[in-house]
Every structure is written in C-alpha cells, then in structure tokens.
C-alpha cells in the first residue's frame, strides 16, 4: 500500500508544480508586456527584431566570419543562441528581491520564480528563432537545416546552460549585490568569445585551445552542424559541454536551496 500512496503523492506534488510554474509564467508575461500593443507577442518579436538587426548590420558591412558560409544563416544561428542563454540570467538576477511577497504563499518557492522567468525566456528565443529560420527559409534566403535532431539537440543544451546559469547567477545575486555589476559587463565580454561570430575552424590552433574552454561554442557549433551539415567543419564536444551543465545545475540548484533557507518574505 505504501508505494501506491507514495506514486499518488508524487503525482499530486507534481500537478501542484506545473500549475505554480504555469501561473507564474502567466504572470511575468503580463507584468512584462502588458495587454497594450501587440501585448505577448512581444515576448518573440522583441527577439526577432534584434536577430534581424543583427543580420542586416552584418550584411550590409559583408562581415568576414572566417567561412564561406551565407551570412543570413550564420548570424541567425549566431546571434539566435546568444539570446537564448544571456538573457536567462539577465532576468533571473534579482528576480527574488522584485517577488519577495509571493513567498507568503506555501506552494510558491524561490526555485518557482527562477523557472518560470527561465521559461518565458526560452519559448521567447525559440519561437524568435523558429519563425525567422521558417520566413527565411519560405523566401528562399536560407537553406534548410541538413539535421534537424541535431540543431534542436544544439539548441537545448545551450537553453540547458543558459538556465543552469540562470539559477547560480540568481540565487547568488540575492546574497551578494555584486554579481548584478558584474554580469552585465561579463555577458558583453562574452558575446564575442560565445561561437557566434565565427566559425572555431576557422580560427588558429592556439585560439581553439581557448574558446573550447567557453561551454557555449560547443552549443552553437552543434547547431550550425546541424544547419550545413558537410558545408561547414564544426568542433565541439558534448563530453565537456555536457558534464559542465550537470555541474552549474547542481551548483545552481544547492544555491537556489541555500537562499529559500534564508529568504524573508516582503
């Protein structure tokens, strides 16, 4: 009998979960966006109007990237990825001290507020990315991906990254008010060291030994891998890419438990 009970439990614990997560995330999307304009829809095309800026500046200054790939595909799958994982932690810093008051409610908890913000996020960037590589695609301005498994396989693990950083950076910001000054500097340092601006093949010996160690060029090889397939030589390794997310989310999440133990509510 008891593990019947202990089966229903976790059932019922998890309805719980997905209707906290899911309120929240309605929540965020309202509070953020408002019912004016165009309203959620912001939530992609905010996105979408940066990848596309991007693309054209990068066009129109016929950028070298260090391949003969089209520069429409290449700041797409760039520029695309670095939104997707920069800006979790952007919203997670913080988020507590904004959201103290929902605390007073039992089933709200500090790791909730963290998921749901990384959620809105992530369908955010996807859809972003998902329509504009769709549209491009339609008007025959982008070949389709040769691996599809593969460029969503690419595309999760750096989301997987991005919201493993999101939690450490959150959870910490809440104890430490320095992690806010500096992140936002590091994201900017780190935009040009990420993979999305150039190809690691394209690079010297001495400068992939370097940029290997950053996790996120792993993702974004693994995308583009799976966008040209033969037409481009990708180098990544989800050995290395891998362990490093499962050791940021442990990471994150101990924080995340460290500061539910402490936090006041407001």
């Known amino acids: 009998m008891e593990r019947p009970y202990q089966a229903q439990t976790l059932r019922h614990s998890w309805a719980i979960q997905l209707r906290v997560v899911g309120a929240l995330l309605i929540r965020e999307t309202l509070t953020r966006y408002g019912r004016h304009n165009i309203g959620f829809l912001w939530l992609f095309a905010e996105p979408m109007l940066f990848t596309l800026g991007v693309t054209a500046l990068w066009t129109a200054t016929k950028t070298v990237h260090g391949s003969d790939l089209p520069i429409v595909a290449f700041a797409l799958t760039g520029y695309s990825s670095v939104l997707l994982w920069r800006n979790m932690p952007g919203r997670c810093i913080g988020a507590l001290w904004q959201n103290l008051a929902l605390l007073y409610h039992r089933n709200i908890k500090v790791l909730d507020i963290y ?4 959620l809105l996020e992530f369908g955010g960037a996807t859809m972003s990315f998902a329509v504009l590589g769709t549209v491009l695609v339609g008007l025959q301005l982008l070949d389709p991906p040769q691996d599809v498994t593969k460029v969503i396989a690419g595309w999760l693990l750096l989301a997987w990254f991005g919201g493993a950083l999101a939690i450490a950076l959150g959870a910490l910001s809440h104890r430490y008010e320095l992690v806010d000054k500096l992140w936002h500097p590091a994201a900017y340092l780190l935009f040009p060291l ?41 180098i990544y390794d989800l050995g ?14 101990l924080q995340a438990r460290r500061v539910a133990a402490i936090v006041v509510p407001e």
């Open 194 to 234: 990420s993979g999305a601006a150039f190809m690691v093949s394209a690079l010297p010996p001495f400068a992939q030994a370097v940029v290997l160690w950053i996790p996120t060029v792993h993702g974004v090889e693994m995308v583009r891998d799976g966008w040209f397939g033969d037409r481009a030589l990708a």
């Open 115 to 118: 998921l749901a913000r990384i």
């Open 240 to 253: 290395y890419l891998i362990p490093v997310n499962l050791v940021l989310t442990l990471y994150g999440l």
